[in-house]
């Protein structure tokens, strides 16, 4: 069965390494978020790009689920003596991954043949693909003005409190090679539970200037979403924080209501069980189970959930 994952960073993932660890590699496509990527210390940054592939390769960083496993911090703690910012902790090998990106986006390379060429070198064997090759900035407008996404998200720690939130370029950008394809060759899509305000919103935001009209192709059924909120609370990141700020009581059912015009399908996690009904009365099928992925067995667990209910959908 062809599927295509819409994925942010750790949560995304996850799921899509789940998924990897049962679908045939040509049968899935992960789109990633690149509203995330920044310039700094003169390097472009694709973090959710870095996190789904490094995730994918086994090679993340297990506490973290950013950056690489047994990393080191020289370069940055040298920086830091010199005075420079240490604020988004770039590890050493890391780095390299930014440096050798650099140097071929300086070269006009796209960053999705970067992507597919640095996935070939780590043994990544699903497609990955960003966005977009053009630049789209997530920008949160917060009650301290308007503050680009890890300026807001790693140096101001979420303490702003949001009021909107938009994806600078986007009605310039075109979607990457190779997405339009597979959302039109993909018997369903799964949204990973990524943040839906700032990691599925771009990517949705890209899919609606394919010419293919994403979202009127695909019967509802096709599209399931998966819930990065349980009881409450987000796995990872101020998913929640962002809904409560927009005056929204987090929860799945909120979420549900995020995704109810475009997914046919809800998972959420069994601590949410009395959600349910809820979810049901949007028009939304909906499957109960475990959500909360700790360990690569819960990962898969998940994916096969995910790919029996899609069977059950379509
Ligand atoms: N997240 C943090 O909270 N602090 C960091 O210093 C940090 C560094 C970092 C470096 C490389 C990378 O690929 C990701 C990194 N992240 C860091 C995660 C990243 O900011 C977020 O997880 C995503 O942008 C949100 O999905």
Redesign the pocket.
């Known amino acids: 069965m062809k599927i295509v994952a819409l994925a942010?960073?750790?949560g995304g993932a996850k799921l899509a390494h789940g998924l990897a660890q049962i679908l045939p590699p040509e049968d899935l496509t992960v789109i990633v978020n690149t509203g995330?990527d920044f310039e700094h210390l003169g390097l472009s940054?694709s973090?959710?790009l870095?996190?789904v592939c490094y995730t994918l390769a086994g090679l993340a960083n297990p506490d973290m689920g950013?950056?690489r496993a047994d990393e080191t911090w020289n370069t940055i703690a040298n920086i830091e003596r010199l005075g420079g910012p240490n604020?988004?902790?770039?590890g050493d090998q890391?780095l390299a991954t930014h440096i050798e990106r650099t140097r071929r986006l300086k070269e006009c390379q796209p960053l999705s043949r970067i992507t597919r060429d640095f996935c070939k070198a780590w043994g990544i064997k699903p497609t990955v693909l960003p966005m977009s090759d053009q630049s789209i900035r997530t920008i949160v407008e917060t009650d301290e003005g308007e503050l680009a996404?890890?300026e807001y998200?790693?140096h101001r720690r979420c303490e702003p409190r949001t009021k909107g939130f938009r994806f600078e370029g986007v009605d310039k950008a075109k979607a990457a090679p190779g997405v339009g394809e597979a959302i039109q060759t993909a018997e369903a899509i799964v949204i990973c539970p990524s943040?839906p305000w700032v990691?599925i919103a771009p990517i949705l935001a890209v899919l609606s200037t394919l010419p293919e009209k994403w979202g009127e192709r695909e019967g509802r059924n096709q599209i399931v979403a998966v819930s990065p909120i349980i009881a409450g609370k987000a796995v990872k990141?101020p998913a929640a924080k962002m809904y409560g700020e927009l005056g929204i009581e987090p929860s799945a059912l909120a979420v549900a209501k995020h995704y109810q015009n475009l997914a046919g399908g809800f998972i959420l996690d069994e601590v949410d069980a009395k959600l349910e009904a809820d979810i049901q009365g949007l028009n939304m099928q909906t499957l109960v189970t475990k959500t909360l992925m700790q360990n690569s067995d819960d990962r898969r667990h998940l994916a096969e959930d995910v790919l029996d209910f899609i069977g059950k959908l379509l």
């Open positions: 942010g960073g750790v995330d940054i973090p959710d870095d996190t950013w950056g604020w988004f902790h770039l890391d996404f890890q998200f790693v943040n990691s990141g």
